[in-house]
């Protein structure tokens, strides 16, 4: 077996965004009595558009329930580690700019200590206008420029790999 690299499929990242945004998918946790819903949120769109979890103890990607998930399904920091250091099975990312993002990408908004504390997933990019879903706060296409925050980090994922 070796990895094979596949396409993240944006478009059903994003209708699964907006499909959920208001509400609550029955087949994943909720995670808004323990810290808030956002990454967990946003990796079930990630998910959504690339179809593989990886499954790795610790370190890896994977939600199969409340008691049987990876740290990095459900928060943020550990999601941004996961998606930038991947080199195995599921989804990856680079951190760029918003000139750079793209629907299905996800943002991390942060205090001005460098704490990143929410995790909304962009829906549409148009002239500079970036449109986000996200949990904890529901939203579905809402303006980023409407959240207060002082730090900013932006993920483009860039696809996933498979065991073929």
Not at 60 to 68: I, M, P, Q, R, V
Request: charged fraction near 15%.
């Amino acid at each position: 077996m070796m990895l094979k690299e596949i396409a993240y499929n944006r478009a059903e990242a994003v209708r699964y965004a907006e499909t959920w945004a208001m509400r609550r998918n029955p087949k994943f946790p909720n995670f808004d009595q323990m810290g808030g819903d956002c990454t967990n949120f946003a990796s079930q769109c990630i998910y959504a558009g690339c179809g593989v979890m990886n499954p790795t103890p610790v370190t890896g990607w994977y939600c199969n329930s409340l008691e049987d998930r990876s740290p990095a399904w459900s928060g943020v920091e550990f999601l941004y580690k996961f998606l930038i250091t991947n080199k195995s099975v599921g989804p990856y990312a680079a951190e760029t700019g918003t000139d750079m993002l793209e629907p299905g990408d996800v943002i991390h908004l942060g205090d001005a200590d460098g704490h990143f504390y929410h995790t909304p997933v962009v829906l549409s990019v148009e002239n500079g206008n970036i449109l986000v879903a996200a949990h904890s706060f529901d939203a579905c296409f809402r303006p980023l420029y409407t959240y207060s925050f002082s730090a900013l980090r932006c993920l483009h994922i860039l696809g996933a790999r498979i065991w073929a």
